[in-house]
């Protein structure tokens, strides 16, 4: 069955804004080299745009992980899927993420990662819907506030469809 996917951020806006978050990340970061790590899957395409925009030395890490919840709303119960291959002792990391909802797997994540001893840890969503909220968590950059809508495009999945539209749409069941 086809669902109706509703333009909500085009592609153009999109672009425009990873750009700047890039730009803005980079100042940030000066002198020094950004750890970033992505959170498999929907961090990816957000993290490889942003990361073309950063001047400063980039590497990479990717983790996945799964959160024991009923597929609509996340737990807060994080099982690390797939872990980083590197130690983050002493980086400047910075977590990718795609979206952030209730905040319940960040709060988790970042609690977790934080025990490696980084030098520093940031988070940079690309999305951020404050009004469902439930845990807090410290957001450092945002792409975009939404509204409490579903929404696919840019690495987000419905039903793991999606994930490569260039755009953020509302999907309309
Ligand atoms: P949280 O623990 O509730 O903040 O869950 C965040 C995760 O739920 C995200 O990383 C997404 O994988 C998923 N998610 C939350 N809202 C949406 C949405 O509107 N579209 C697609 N995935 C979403
Ligand atoms: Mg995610």
């Known amino acids: 069955m086809a669902e109706k996917i509703d333009v909500l951020i085009s592609k153009e806006e999109v672009d425009a804004r990873i750009a700047e978050l890039g730009r803005i990340i980079s100042e940030e970061y000066a002198g020094k080299q950004v750890h970033l790590i992505c ?44 872990d980083l291959d590197e130690p983050l002792e002493g980086k400047d990391v910075l977590v990718v993420e795609d979206i952030i909802d209730s905040g319940r797997t960040l709060s988790y994540l970042m609690e977790i990662l934080a025990k490696r001893h980084p030098n520093s840890m940031r988070l940079c969503t690309l999305l951020d819907k404050p009004d469902r909220r439930v845990r807090d968590v410290k957001v450092d950059h945002v792409g975009f506030e939404i509204p409490d809508e579903f929404v696919v495009g840019y690495g987000l999945d419905y039903a793991q469809k999606y994930r490569n539209l260039p755009y953020i749409g509302i999907v309309r069941l």
């Open 39 to 82: 959170v498999l899957k929907g961090g990816v395409f957000f993290m490889c745009e942003l990361a073309k925009y950063i001047t400063v030395p980039v590497t990479m890490d990717f983790m996945s992980v799964s959160s024991y919840g009923d597929g609509t709303s996340s737990s807060g119960v994080v099982k690390i899927v797939k």
